[in-house]
């Protein structure tokens, strides 16, 4: 099974903060996704990646930014974070979108 | 009109019910539709996917896609506890590099 491994279950950053949410998935996918999840809202598309150190914005990019430097490995970043970046961030990788995403546990971060 | 709209719930049913899960979307070039499970504080898990209208069946879960009215449902027979979930749905188009669109996810309880 492929396996997507998000390095955090739990985190807390102060606003301002610099944070770095890791992701690396073990199947060799070339497609990998961030989303945040938060109640009334669903999952949001933050950034994706179709191949090494390619990037796209999704619907939400502001405040983030992402980095691919290897295939398996897809980071994304707070530049400078705050309270409402408060969230459930989850990675997901595919192989082929048309047949489904394999998703991490997901990392909840939150900003105090 | 949001893309994907699924009722939140919550919804709660007795041991051994069937449930039935619904969703509805807004573009007919949409051609693949995905199901999740997500249990809490858990990333998605990918359950089903269908290409097209017609049903297809894994165990307990049947999910059927009626292009015509635009409707995708899921079906579980003899729910159990552990069927206790968020269930999201989601679609994309033909080509492999659209990006999936999910919904917002319902809620259901299986009460023992």
């Known amino acids: 099974d492929v396996k997507v491994t998000q390095s955090s279950r739990y985190l807390v950053k102060r606003t301002g903060e610099k944070v770095f949410l890791e992701c690396v998935q073990d199947?060799?996918?070339?497609?990998m996704f961030w989303y945040r999840q938060d109640p009334g809202l669903g999952l949001r598309l933050i950034y994706f990646?179709?191949?090494?150190?390619?990037?796209e914005k999704g619907d939400i990019p502001e405040g983030y930014s992402v980095s691919r430097e290897k295939k398996e490995r897809f980071s994304l970043i707070l530049e400078s974070a705050s309270t409402n970046q408060t969230s459930m961030y989850l990675c997901?990788?595919?192989?082929?979108?048309?047949?489904?995403?394999?998703f991490g546990s997901g990392t909840r971060l939150t900003v105090v | 009109q949001k893309e994907v709209e699924q009722d939140p719930g919550p919804l709660s049913v007795p041991e051994g019910a069937i449930v039935s899960l619904n969703c509805t979307y807004s573009n007919s070039a949409f051609q693949y539709f995905m199901w999740y499970r997500q249990y809490s504080r858990k990333g998605p898990e990918l359950l089903m996917y269908?290409?097209?209208?017609g049903n297809k069946e894994d165990g307990r879960f049947t999910a059927q896609v009626d292009k015509s009215s635009k409707y995708i449902s899921l079906f579980i027979r003899d729910s159990q506890p552990s069927d206790s979930a968020t269930y999201l749905c989601?679609?994309?188009?033909?080509?492999?590099?659209?990006?999936?669109?999910f919904g917002p996810g319902t809620s259901l309880s299986v009460i023992p």
């Open positions: 199947m060799d996918h070339e497609n």
């Open positions: 990646s179709y191949d090494v150190k390619m990037k």
């Open positions: 997901a990788s595919s192989l082929d979108e048309r047949y489904g995403y394999t």
């Open positions: 989601a679609t994309n188009l033909k080509t492999s590099y659209d990006k999936v669109i």
């Open positions: 269908t290409y097209s209208s």
